[in-house]
T-cell receptor, first 112, second 118 residues
Framework: KQEVTQIPAALSVPEGENLVLNCSFT??????LQWFRQDPGKGLTSLLL?????REQTSGRLNASLDKSSGRSTLYIAASQPGDSATYLC???????????FGKGTRLSVIA | GAVVSQHPSWVICKSGTSVKIECRSL??????MFWYRQFPKQSLMLMAT?????????EQGVEKDKFLINHASLTLSTLTVTSAHPEDSSFYIC??????????????FGPGTRLTVL
């Protein structure tokens, strides 16, 4: 059974810092990996999707990498801003038609 | 593109009543929809998988007679919480997969419905 772990559970950084969020998964036979952002009391916003054949994806200040063989992904946020404060969730499906298995998230606070 | 809506966004009901939540894919055909539940400070947990035109598949521990799912069209799935109790109070989120136009099976999430049962 796929399990997804995110470290750290919470992170507080001053504005402007670069930071890395970590995600690991137990079954490396994944179809893709998605990173989401969730603001308190809100739904999910998809940030990046990495296909199993890809190593990384970039969107603006965000860069996500995937090392399928070791079961790891990282989300790199450059020049953090207070507006980046949210919970970041990592999720994987085991195949194209299966639901996502989510980690518990990393709660990020960027202090102005 | 790839927008998923949910209605209502929040609902308060009395214990014992039933509540219906709608999940719609607005600009694509969703062959598969998933229903998740999220308790405070917890991550999303899958409740059921809904395929258009067939019965939903429920996760272990989720009562199919309590959480009725209907996926009658390629753009609409509904979740009905029957005889709701306070312990059903949660944030319910649906996701939809575009199995027709997109080749990489990205899932798109609705904004969620917050249910409070008094």
């Amino acid at each position: 059974k796929q399990e997804v772990t995110q470290i750290p559970a919470a992170l507080s950084v001053p504005e402007g810092e670069n930071l890395v969020l970590n995600c690991s998964f137990t079954d490396s036979a994944i179809y893709n990996l998605q990173w989401f952002r969730q603001d308190p009391g809100k739904g999910l916003t998809s940030l990046l999707l990495i296909q199993s054949s890809q190593r990384e994806q970039t969107s603006g200040r965000l860069n996500a990498s995937l090392d399928k063989s070791s079961g790891r992904s990282t989300l790199y946020i450059a020049a953090s801003q207070p507006g980046d404060s949210a919970t970041y969730l990592c999720a994987v499906p085991n195949s194209g038609n299966t639901p996502l298995v989510f980690g518990k998230g990393t709660r990020l606070s960027v202090i102005a | 593109g790839a927008v998923v809506s949910q209605h209502p966004s929040w609902v308060i009901c009395k214990s014992g009543t039933s509540v219906k939540i709608e999940c719609r894919s607005l600009d694509f055909q969703a062959t598969t929809m998933f229903w998740y539940r999220q308790f405070p400070k917890q991550s999303l947990m899958l409740m059921a998988t809904s395929n258009e035109g067939s019965k939903a598949t429920y996760e272990q521990g989720v009562e199919k007679d309590k959480f009725l799912i209907n996926h009658a069209s390629l753009t609409l799935s509904t979740l009905t919480v029957t005889s709701a109790h306070p312990e059903d109070s949660s944030f319910y989120i649906c996701s939809a997969r575009d199995g027709v136009a997109r080749s990489y099976n990205e899932q798109f999430f609705g904004p969620g419905t917050r249910l409070t049962v008094l």
